[in-house]
């Protein structure tokens, strides 16, 4: 689904990603871990089309598609999302109408027409349930007033509505209680499927507790130094990054 290749990226003239190599296939969840500052949320970024990233060199391939020859609103209807660490507000904007309108562009991109409004509530209230969140979520602006776990949960429902093939999840764990996270981690594992594939961004090993990836890789200095499955998180939660920086050199 996704092959990443010799990736190189700057900010601002600082390169960041220093000729990282991945490949996602359809059907699996991997995780991105690594110290602060070594690019895990750029990797993201740049796939989904967000701007103030150069990509230098390199390549990344989208089902067979060139990535970086795709405007964001074309990744978008491809099938690709990014959940945000800091989700923005969009004040004046409802909930509703935001997903309303999301849903029938990826509709119109698949041929579909738009989705009746019967049909549409009734869907968005069963996402809802299940996410745990009042229906009043709907006709509050987008994120405005929002607390973190509840801007969490948004960016979840909107996964849920939208069912990527691609879903980028950009340390959707931060500022989560136990609680949280479980109904969040449900969201995740509840779109599990064998078209479809999930990304990560993570620092803690408790998130993969509830959402087991096939793989974990660790990212350090703009490369992809380690791979490995569950185990590898316990590792490095238990002696953090040192030995692994001391291998590397």
Do not use: C
């Amino acid at each position: 689904m996704l092959v990443v290749k010799d990736l190189h990226v700057s900010v601002e003239g600082k390169e960041i990603l220093k000729g990282l190599d991945l490949t996602i296939n359809k059907g699996e969840v991997h995780a991105i871990m690594g110290p602060n500052g070594a690019g895990k949320s750029t990797l993201s970024s740049v796939i989904a089309g967000k701007d103030g990233y150069e990509v230098t060199s390199g390549t990344i391939t989208y089902e067979g598609e060139d990535v970086l020859e795709m405007e964001v609103e074309e990744r978008a209807r491809a099938g690709m999302l990014l959940g945000f660490q800091y989700p923005v507000e969009i004040p004046g904007v409802k909930n509703v109408y935001l997903l309303k309108a999301a849903l029938n562009a990826k509709r119109e991109a698949e041929g579909l027409g738009e989705i009746p409004a019967p049909e549409f509530m009734k869907l968005i209230r069963e996402k809802l349930a299940f996410m745990q969140m009042d229906a009043s979520f709907l006709q509050r602006a987008v994120n405005e007033g929002f607390s973190g776990g509840e801007k969490k949960r948004n960016e979840i429902l909107q996964m849920l509505v939208l069912e990527p093939k691609l879903a980028m999840l950009d340390e959707i764990d931060s500022g989560l209680d136990i609680d949280a996270l479980k109904v969040v981690a449900k969201g995740v594992n509840s779109l599990r499927n064998e078209d479809r594939a999930v990304l990560m961004v993570t620092h803690y090993q408790r998130l993969l507790e509830h959402i087991v990836p096939d793989q974990i890789h660790v990212l350090m200095d703009g490369r992809i130094v380690k791979s490995g499955d569950k185990s590898l998180a316990l590792e490095l939660e238990a002696q953090g990054y040192d030995w692994l920086q001391e291998e590397t050199a």
